[in-house]
């Protein structure tokens, strides 16, 4: 059966600090993935998704997620995050977008 | 622009009296999902309809029911809402189950008093 699990529950970072969000997926076949962020009180959208080819992708906000398949990875990175980062992301796998726990971000101002 | 709309955004009922959500869409999508999605959790997908064809996930209880009467509408129903089922309700479409990129409504929230 598909799963997906991420690595931290919750992370607390300052602005301008880099930020990496683990996501570990645990099926075979082809596998694609998505990362979702949920802001305080809005709704869930997308920030990025790998479907295959290029295993760096660039999402929107200055996210980026890399595809190690000899990882079993597709950890979620921003260079210099923002207070309005601060939010909820999910790592997620098609199907039946089987999610992973979640990961609170809180970045202090 | 196109979207997912949920009406109410916030719904408050009484142990155990019927409740129905309600989902919109105008972005012509074939699929429709309801999830359920608890404090500090990751939702937890429910049913889906692909075009008329509803599929029930194992472990949704029987108390929750769904209609989809056409392409744009999806509604959830809660037959006898008890004090665990006070959560999130998360509407989302997407246009194929091969794509499977969702797009996700505000959600309702539900109360049971």
């Known amino acids: 059966a598909q799963s997906v699990s991420q690595h931290n529950h919750h992370v607390i970072l300052s602005e301008a600090a880099s930020l990496e969000l683990g996501c570990n997926y645990s099926y075979g076949g082809t596998v694609n993935l998505f990362w979702y962020v949920q802001y305080p009180g809005q709704h869930l959208q997308l920030l990025l998704k790998y479907f295959s080819g290029d295993p760096l992708v660039k999402g929107i906000k200055g996210f980026e997620a890399e595809f190690i398949k000899s990882k079993f990875s597709f950890n979620l990175r921003k260079p210099s995050v923002q207070w309005s980062d601060t939010a909820e992301y999910f790592c997620?796998?098609?199907?039946?977008?089987?999610f992973g726990q979640g990961t609170t971000l809180q970045v202090k101002p | 622009d196109a979207m997912v709309i949920q009406n109410p955004r916030y719904q408050v009922t009484q142990f155990g009296k019927p409740v129905t959500l309600s989902c919109s869409q105008t972005l012509n999508h074939n699929v429709m999902y309801w999830y359920q999605q608890k404090s500090s959790q990751a939702p937890k997908l429910l049913f889906h309809y692909y075009d008329k064809d509803f599929n029930n996930e194992a472990d949704t209880p029987d108390n929750f029911q769904s209609r989809r009467p056409n392409t744009s509408f999806c509604f959830l129903d809660i037959r006898s809402p008890g004090l665990g089922d006070a959560a999130m309700y998360l509407c989302a479409t997407s246009r194929d189950q091969v794509s499977n990129e969702q797009f996700f409504g505000p959600g309702t929230r539900l109360t049971v008093l």
């Open positions: 997620a796998a098609p199907g039946k977008l089987i």
